[in-house]
């Protein structure tokens, strides 16, 4: 018994010693944030500057009672399906044709342009769009110079703007999560099933898109949280349509200087996405078993 204790006691400082570091990381730079910014939501006033503050639940109580934030969480909401379901409507099959129509070489090539954006900063990237989306912009006048007296382009400073801007940032994250699943896929699998007299619609339902979903739900995390709570690209592009649930917390950061009330939008932003994977993951988790 002893001789057992002791081995369980060396393997439990062996895993401390090689995960210890990471977990300490984890708790200076995720938990302890967190934990502060859940203390500043319950305080009526930023306690900076010599002011007192005291607990209240009045932000809170705000948020799921004014139409100013139930309005615009909607619309956040909103935003956030829509970018996410056409990254995915133009993504995975970018990513089937790369994993299953293109040689190597020609494979790196794209797979390369692909990820070229991650390497420009975000704002150059925003900014770009504002040189696109209307009549004086690059697009605008090439258009106007084949076509005179072609329709506006204008789409500045409008909702489409905002779209098309989110779907620019975080398509590459749906094409590139798609395509490692893809190409995880035995080859075999297909043609085991071609054998045996499945059409290419027959195994593209019933293996490819099956076995491919981790990369699916995986892009659609990447894509859907941080569109949830954007507010450089609906600042810089959208205008009027600009107010969303990411520009009102930060509005409450940097212009209106309430902390609390700013904290407590982005924990309500927190929960809504952890209660909406909630109720997709065992949908997702049963659909893959079947399959």
Known sequence: MTALVSASTRRLRAILGLT????????????????????????????????????????YTDIFTKPLYR?????????GFQVTLICFALGYPAALFLAR????????????????PFWSNGLVRTFSWTMV???????????????????SIDL?????????????AY???MILTCYVSLQAIDDSLAEAARSLGASS????????????????????????????????????LGGQQAIMLGTL?????????????????????????????GICYPVLKKHLSAN
């Open 156 to 168: 500045m400073f409008s909702y489409p703007a905002i779209v098309i801007g989110l779907v620019h």
């Open 249 to 277: 917390i930060e509005n409450q950061f940097t212009a209106s200087f309430n902390w609390p009330l700013g904290a407590a939008l982005g924990f309500t932003m927190l929960a809504v996405v952890i209660l909406i994977m």
């Open 71 to 79: 309005v615009n969480g909607q619309r956040s909401l909103m935003l």
């Open 133 to 151: 989306l209307t009549d004086s912009g690059l697009v605008g006048q090439a258009l106007q110079a084949v076509w005179p007296g072609a329709p």
């Open 201 to 236: 619609f027959t195994i593209f339902r019933r293996i490819t898109l099956p076995l491919s979903l981790p990369g699916v739900v995986a892009g659609t995390v990447l894509i859907f949280v941080p569109v949830l709570g954007s507010f450089m690209e609906p600042r810089i």
């Open 20 to 59: 210890g570091g990471t977990y300490l990381v984890l708790l200076i730079t995720i938990l302890l944030p967190l934990a502060a910014m859940l203390y500043f939501s319950f305080l009526t006033v930023t306690p900076i500057g010599g002011r007192t503050a005291s607990f209240t639940l009045k932000h």
């Open 171 to 173: 398509l590459p994250y």
């Open 101 to 116: 129509h293109i040689k190597n070489r020609w494979r790196e090539a794209l797979l390369l342009l692909i990820v070229l």
